[in-house]
C-alpha cells in the first residue's frame, strides 16, 4: 500500500537575480512499513525533497499524498496538526530542549497535542526503555552521550505514534559503533511497528540497511530502485 506519492514535485528558490532550481518534477511512491534511504551528492536536493514531502517546506509545484491526504492542498493550521499526528522527525543534531530532562523531551509531543500528563509520562518512559535508555531518563542532554541524545530524539519522534517517521542524516554527528547501533535501533522499530521510514544519509552503510535507495542528482530521481553500488561515484564526490 502506498503512503508516500508525489507527481510532477518542483521547489524553485529565488535568491537576489538567481534562480534555483532544488526539485525538478519529481515522482516517486514509498509503500507503508518501507525503510528508504534517500542518497546522492551534497546539494542534489536530498534535504529539500524531505521537507517538501513532510510538509516543512511550501513546494512550488506539485501535488504531494500522504496516506491519501493531499498536503498541497492543506493550510499552514491543517498541515502543522497533520504533522503532529502522523509523523515524527529525527534530526542530525538532535534538537532536543537544554533545559529538559531525557524523559520531558520524549514526552513533549504528547503534553502538547493534549494528551494527560500521567499518560504522557508514562508513554515516555516505555518508549526509553524501548530504545535502552530509561536507566538515563532524568539526565539532560548536556550529560548524555550522542548516541544517547539521538535515541532521545528517536523516543520523541516515536511520542504520538506516528505513520511515518523522517529523518536527516540521523548518523551524521555519531561514530561507526554509535551510528551502526542508531539504524540497527531505527530498522528494528521500523519491522516491529511498521513504520515507514524516509532516512536523508550520505552513508551508504546506512543505505545499505534499508530496503532500497533513492538516488538523487541535481535535483531529480535518478532511481527509485538503487542498490549501494548506483550511488558510489556520488559519495565519492562527497569527499
Not at 203 to 212: N, Q, T, Y
Request: aromatic share 4%; proline share 3%.
Amino acid at each position: 500500500m502506498t503512503i508516500i506519492s508525489c507527481e510532477k514535485l518542483t521547489k524553485t528558490y529565488q535568491t537576489g537575480t538567481i534562480t534555483v532550481n532544488a526539485l525538478r518534477g519529481i515522482d516517486l511512491t514509498i509503500d507503508k512499513g518501507e525503510m528508504v534511504a534517500i542518497m546522492g551528492p551534497s546539494g542534489c536536493g536530498k534535504t529539500t525533497l524531505l521537507n517538501c514531502l513532510s510538509g516543512i517546506d511550501e513546494v512550488t509545484s506539485g501535488r504531494i499524498l500522504i496516506e491519501g491526504n493531499d498536503l498541497t492542498a492543506m493550510d499552514d493550521s491543517a498541515k502543522t496538526s497533520f504533522r503532529a499526528a502522523r509523523m515524527g522527525f529525527i534530526f542530525q543534531f538532535y534538537n532536543l530542549l537544554p533545559v529538559l530532562t531525557a524523559v520531558e523531551n520524549a514526552e513533549l509531543p504528547l503534553l502538547i497535542s493534549g494528551a494527560p500528563a500521567d499518560e504522557a509520562r508514562k508513554r515516555a518512559l516505555s518508549l526509553l526503555d524501548a530504545v535502552g535508555l530509561s536507566h538515563r531518563a532524568q539526565q539532560r542532554p548536556a550529560s548524555l552521550s550522542g548516541g544517547e541524545r539521538q535515541r532521545v530524539t528517536i523516543s520523541r519522534a516515536l511520542a504520538n505514534t506516528p505513520a511515518i517517521v523522517w529523518a536527516d542524516e540521523p548518523t551524521g554527528d555519531l561514530d561507526k559503533k554509535t551510528s551502526d547501533e542508531i539504524v540497527a535501533l531505527m530498522r528494528r522499530l521500523n519491522k516491529e511497528n511498521g513504520q515507514t521510514f524516509v532516512v536523508v544519509t550520505h552513508d551508504p552503510e546506512v543505505g545499505a540497511k534499508c530496503d532500497r535507495i533513492i538516488h538523487m542528482r541535481d535535483g531529480n530521481v535518478v532511481n527509485q530502485n538503487g542498490l549501494v553500488s548506483d550511488v558510489t561515484d556520488d559519495i565519492r564526490q562527497l569527499g
